[in-house]
Structure formats: structure tokens, C-alpha cells
């Protein structure tokens, strides 16, 4: 007797601690929710727009890109890294030379969870400083490194007055997508609706199929009616 009733409490403890793992898991990682300030995956509207976002580099794609957009006449928004930019000033200027928004994706790419709120702050102001080295945008939006935020980048953030931009399309992030770029086109073709945050990863030199499909679902969702604004942009649709 005296065994069990030691057992049942061990076993609520493991159950607890399990719990506020899933929770805290969910809460580090959500694209919906985080304790302060605003995050964006998606824009309220009933209009055919959408916005096309890159993440990471800027990278020996970055020219390849520019073109590839240029042909489709398309606007779109790039989340980029610090360090790349130091790396790469001249894709960086390039990026922002042919009228696309420039974000923060901090500068060093690593996750933003359980680290100073000054080493945070660093990040986004050593990356925020190359941004505006070349750009004249009034508004600098952020991503997240691997959407993980807790508590200190949300509070920084919000204390600034600053958005948090995530996404509700992210075809390439998808092992079996990624193997074919035709199937990529057309689930994010699928998934896609008025107001999308679809996010890319098209600058990663490992992500072939993420360029190849480009055009496809470029032009996919073009027959589909829709068109193609910056994140800035977009979030002027906001019901
Ligand atoms: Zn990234």
C-alpha cells in the first residue's frame, strides 16, 4: 500500500512536467501566438493577395531570384540574415535596387529562446542598421529564426513597436515536397488562400526544388486570380 501511494504522485509529477513541455513547445513555436505584441501569419481580407516572403541569405541565388521575379512582375519580401548581409553587401543593395522589402531575420540566424534580452536586442539592431544602409523603408518587419521566440524577443519587440511576421504557407519546409518541385508548386497553389504568408526558402543553396517551383506557382496562382504585394503591403488589405 504504502508503495503505491508513493507511485501515484510520481507519476502525476511526470505527467505535469510532460504537459508543460507540450506547452511549452507549442508556445515557443507557434506561428499564432506570443505573450506580447503583434504576430502576423496571415492578413484578413477577401482580396486575391498574397504575399511571397524568402527567408535566410542574401546568397549567390540572390540575382537568380531578382530576375525570376522581375520577369513576373512581382514585389516580394525577404527575411534576411545579418551576417549574409555583411558577407554579401551587394546582393543586399541589388535586393532592395529592384523595389523588394528588406526584413530582419536577425544576424546571427540562431534561435532566440532562453538568451539575454541585450544579446537579443544586439541581434536585431547590428542586422535593423545594415537594412537601413540601404533602404529608406519606414517600417523594418521581423521573423523569427525558426519562428522560436518565447518571452524576452516578443517583449523587445513590442517595447519597439515592432511585428512579428510568420505564415500559413510553407511548402519547402516539407521533406516530401521538397524532392519535387512540381508537387511544391502545387500544394502551395492548394494551400494558398486571400491574405497568405507563404514562406520560401529559395536563397538556401540545398533548396533546388523551392527555385524550380517558383515560376510554376508564380504563375499557377496568377491563373488563379491572384496578385502578388510585399508583406508591407499586404497588411494594408487587413479587413
Ligand atoms: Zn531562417
Known sequence: M????????????????GLAGVVLYYLINSRTF????????????????VALTFDDGPTQFTDELIALLEDQQIKATFFLVGQA??????????????GHELGNHTFSHH??????????????????????????????????PFCKKLIGLPRYLHQHHRLTITWDVEPDSRADLRKSATRLAA???????PGSIILLHSMNPTEWSSRQAL????????????????????LQYSR
Open 2 to 17: 504504502v508503495r503505491k501511494q508513493r507511485i501515484k504522485p510520481m507519476l502525476m509529477a511526470s505527467v505535469l512536467t
Open 34 to 49: 506570443q505573450f506580447y505584441g503583434g504576430i502576423i501569419p496571415r492578413v484578413e481580407t477577401d482580396r486575391k493577395v
Open 85 to 98: 548581409m555583411k558577407q554579401h553587401p551587394q546582393y543586399t543593395r541589388r535586393l532592395s535596387q529592384a
Open 111 to 144: 534561435r532566440m529562446i532562453f538568451k539575454p534580452y541585450a544579446a537579443m536586442a544586439e541581434e536585431i539592431e547590428k542586422t535593423d542598421n545594415l537594412i537601413r544602409q540601404v533602404t529608406h523603408q519606414n517600417q523594418i518587419l521581423f521573423r523569427p
Open 187 to 193: 500544394y502551395t497553389i492548394e494551400h494558398t488562400r
Open 215 to 234: 515560376k510554376e506557382l508564380i504563375t499557377g496562382l496568377k491563373a488563379k486570380g491572384y496578385s502578388f504585394v510585399t508583406v508591407s503591403q499586404l
